[in-house]
Each structure stands twice: as structure tokens, then as C-alpha cells.
């Protein structure tokens, strides 16, 4: 379900980016883990009610909007040795199937960070049942969340630590909740 269109059965949600986030959490000095979260993210979400199989999803995450709450490792993250965001600005995700249903549900699909397309698997919670909010809207909510190799996808950085054991680890974890309004 490429276009933007509905289809008969299938309703069409926006990404609320005010009420969603793409949070992250990796290993640093193999002591603890960083969190990290992009604040730009934009999507839609074509939901088959009578068949989630049927559903699919995209969404786009502007890479510059990475926050870690420490300006110089955003900084540095921003750059050619992580996210290299002049070059590959958007990180995004296109589901290609949805199996599974209710806390089995899975979303698979290409996952774009760094100019590098991999498949990865969701784990998704939801969609809660939709709801009416105060400006006359119908939402639902999801959750989602999956671990990758940050190798994997051409972000390669590190140093070697005088303890031994590498500064940044390889696997991260990404999670997601979204609010989506009824278009």
C-alpha cells in the first residue's frame, strides 16, 4: 500500500509529532547506557481494522533532531563519524508486513539510517482503541520497539578504552510511541 489514498476498509492516521517520540539506548564505556530521542518525526499508519495484516506503516525521522541532552555529543553525532547528517538527513522506516495480533503483533519492514537499508522487526503494542480528544480529532496510540546493530548500518565509530572494551557499544535499542490522528 504505497499511495497516499485510502482504501475501502483501510483508515488513514498522521503521526502526531507532538504526543510521539523515537527514543534510543546504548552501551557507553561498557558501563552504563545513554539515552538518546530525534524530536522530528512524521508518518502515516494505513490501518486495515478487519485485517492488521493488511496494515501498513511509514514514517520519517529528521536525523538532526537527535537530542541526547549533552550538546557536544549531539554534535558529534550529528557528523561524518555517526549519523553524518548533511549527507543522509532522514532516517526512515517502511513496513513491508505485519503479522501476528494483539501483544504478537510484528512489524516488519526497511529500516534507512545512514544511507545503509536493512529489514527489522517490531515488536508493536496497539493500536489502542481510538479515542476523541478535545479538538474534535479521533487518535490511537502504538508502541513499538526493536534492537540493532548500529554496525549493521555503516556507524562504525569508536575508540578503543585505555581499560580496554570500546567507548560505544554495537547494540542499540529503539523504541517508539506514537500518537496517531484520524485524517
Same mark, same amino acid.
Given at each position: 500500500?504505497?499511495?497516499?489514498?485510502?482504501?475501502?476498509?483501510?483508515?488513514?492516521?498522521?503521526?502526531?509529532?507532538?504526543?510521539?517520540?523515537?527514543?534510543?539506548?546504548?552501551?557507553?564505556?561498557?558501563?552504563?547506557?545513554?539515552?538518546?530521542?530525534?524530536?522530528?518525526?512524521?508518518?502515516?499508519?494505513?490501518?486495515? !481494522?478487519?485485517?492488521?495484516?493488511?496494515?501498513?506503516?511509514?514514517?520519517?525521522? !529528521?536525523?538532526?533532531?537527535?537530542?541526547?541532552?549533552?550538546?557536544?555529543?549531539?554534535?558529534?553525532?550529528?557528523?561524518?563519524?555517526?549519523?553524518?547528517?548533511?549527507?543522509?538527513?532522514?532516517?526512515?522506516?517502511?513496513?513491508?508486513?505485519?503479522?501476528?495480533?494483539?501483544?504478537?503483533?510484528?512489524?516488519?519492514?526497511?529500516?534507512?539510517?545512514?544511507?545503509?537499508?536493512?529489514?527489522?522487526?517490531?515488536?508493536?503494542? $496497539?493500536?489502542?482503541?481510538?479515542?476523541?480528544?478535545?479538538?474534535?480529532?479521533?487518535?490511537?496510540?502504538?508502541? +513499538?520497539?526493536?534492537?540493532?546493530?548500529?554496525?549493521?548500518? $555503516?556507524?562504525?565509530?569508536?575508540?578503543?578504552?585505555?581499560? +580496554?572494551?570500546?567507548?560505544?557499544?554495537? !547494540?542499540?535499542?529503539?523504541?517508539?510511541?506514537?500518537?496517531?490522528?484520524?485524517?
Amino acid at each position: 500500500m504505497s499511495s497516499t489514498a485510502a482504501q475501502p476498509g483501510v483508515s488513514v492516521w498522521k503521526l502526531d509529532p507532538a504526543h510521539s517520540v523515537a527514543e534510543f539506548k546504548i552501551k557507553h564505556m561498557m558501563i552504563a547506557n545513554v539515552r538518546g530521542e530525534f524530536g522530528k518525526l512524521s508518518g502515516t499508519l494505513r490501518l486495515d !481494522e478487519g485485517d492488521i495484516t493488511r496494515s501498513s506503516v511509514e514514517t520519517v525521522i !529528521e536525523a538532526a533532531s537527535i537530542n541526547t541532552h549533552e550538546p557536544q555529543r549531539d554534535t558529534h553525532l550529528k557528523s561524518a563519524d555517526f549519523f553524518d547528517v548533511e549527507k543522509y538527513p532522514q532516517i526512515t522506516f517502511q513496513s513491508t508486513r505485519v503479522t501476528g495480533k494483539g501483544k504478537d503483533l510484528k512489524v516488519t519492514g526497511t529500516l534507512t539510517i545512514h544511507g545503509v537499508s536493512r529489514e527489522v522487526e517490531l515488536a508493536v503494542e $496497539g493500536p489502542t482503541a481510538p479515542a476523541k480528544d478535545p479538538w474534535g480529532g479521533t487518535r490511537i496510540g502504538v508502541s +513499538g520497539s526493536t534492537k540493532i546493530s548500529r554496525k549493521d548500518f $555503516g556507524l562504525t565509530y569508536n575508540q578503543v578504552l585505555e581499560a +580496554g572494551g570500546l567507548l560505544v557499544g554495537d !547494540e542499540v535499542t529503539i523504541s517508539l510511541e506514537a500518537q496517531f490522528v484520524k485524517a
